[in-house]
């Protein structure tokens, strides 16, 4: 692939030939072992409850989905709608990685892709290509993977930095190391019983659960919900996804306007995540926070911290 893709250069032949993905032969058995175990351990939580249980979950679903998938990898290294400081930035990517949704350099360069061939030719994870693709076969039959020189190209940012590379190897030692403290803590306040309990809640149905969340956009929110923007691809905002996600269901928003730091564009679509971004510039942890309102010049909104200006709301089609 590589050889190939200097070729193609050379040649002047499009990269879109490289870009798409293969469906392997093979079924990856690794990754299905892996993620049956994490569901059959979502659903002994269910028969394992504890009210302290529910609150580990809670925690963990707004330190994972929220802040380290949503806000950390999507808003801020994906499409840097907002800086912080170092770290800030990492601590969130640590969240992230918590998920279980792979690295922060892996989940980046997969959804720049999304972005760029968004439901075309080279788009990771299209309802185009079916439904069970688009949700969970990407993963399970998809090659990008092991495509790791091609989605290199589209994390130059993050593969410059010592810790994402760091991070990149060592993902799964940050969840790992939290299923160890929840078992001990649980342990110390009401026996060995509780201690499970509170790793199947935190770790086992938070990532699982959280996995399909996330998997949802790209699914539902390419199929069906409302469309505001004409944009080149099949995008929905979609409100029950977006309750799911803490805003990320605003998704036609986030296709016509990715780099917006709020996904949600009238004032009833709600954008949880957007609302900790702006806790963060209130309380001076995040600058230029970019928001976009739609309005006829496209103009970027910045936003200072602890103040923000809106242009005029209304609707322009593109
Ligand atoms: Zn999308
Ligand atoms: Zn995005």
């Known amino acids: 692939m590589q050889n190939f893709s200097a070729e193609a250069q050379e040649l002047g032949i499009s990269w879109k030939l490289e870009l798409v993905q293969g469906k392997l032969d093979q079924f990856n058995w690794v990754f299905f072992s892996v993620i049956a175990l994490f569901h059959l351990g979502a659903v002994a939580a269910l028969f394992s409850f504890h009210w302290s249980s529910l609150a580990v979950f809670a925690v963990m679903w707004l330190l994972g989905q929220n802040l380290g998938i949503a806000i950390g990898y999507h808003r801020q290294l994906t499409h840097r709608s907002f800086a912080t400081r170092?770290?800030?930035?990492?601590?969130?990517?640590?969240?992230?990685?918590?998920?279980?949704?792979?690295?922060?350099?892996?989940w980046v360069a997969v959804h720049r892709l999304h972005h760029q061939y968004a439901d075309r030719?080279?788009?990771?994870?299209?309802?185009?290509?079916?439904?069970?693709?688009a949700h969970m076969g990407w993963i399970l039959r998809g090659a990008l993977h092991s495509e790791a020189v091609m989605l290199s190209r589209y994390v130059p940012d993050l593969k410059r930095d010592r810790?994402?590379?760091?991070?990149?190897?060592?993902?799964?030692?940050?969840?790992?190391?939290?299923?160890?403290?929840?078992l001990g803590s649980?342990?110390?306040?009401g026996?060995?019983?509780l201690g499970l309990s509170w790793v199947l809640w935190g770790v086992f149905l938070s990532t699982t659960v959280g996995s399909h969340a996330t998997w949802l956009l790209n699914t539902v929110t390419h199929l069906w919900g409302a469309r505001r923007f004409n944009t080149h691809d099949d995008s929905t905002n979609n409100w029950w996804v977006a309750l799911l996600t803490g805003g990320e269901?605003?998704?036609?928003?986030?296709h016509a306007y990715p780099v917006s730091a709020t996904h949600g564009m009238a004032w009833w679509e709600l954008d949880f995540n957007y609302w900790v971004i702006r806790?963060?510039?209130?309380?001076?942890?995040?600058?230029?926070?970019?928001?976009?309102?739609?309005?006829?010049?496209?103009?970027?909104?910045?936003?200072?911290?602890?103040?923000?200006r809106l242009v005029a709301q209304h609707h322009s089609g593109r």
């Open 86 to 106: 170092k770290w800030l930035q990492y601590a969130m990517a640590v969240c992230g990685a918590m998920a279980l949704q792979g690295s922060p350099t892996y």
């Open 121 to 133: 030719l080279g788009d990771p994870h299209s309802p185009r290509d079916g439904k069970w693709w």
């Open 163 to 182: 810790f994402y590379r760091w991070l990149a190897v060592w993902h799964w030692l940050p969840i790992t190391l939290v299923a160890f403290v929840l």
């Open 186 to 189: 649980g342990a110390a306040v």
């Open 191 to 193: 026996g060995w019983s």
């Open 249 to 254: 269901g605003w998704h036609n928003n986030h």
């Open 279 to 308: 806790i963060f510039a209130w309380l001076g942890l995040a600058n230029n926070v970019k928001v976009m309102r739609p309005n006829p010049e496209r103009k970027w909104v910045t936003v200072a911290p602890g103040g923000i």
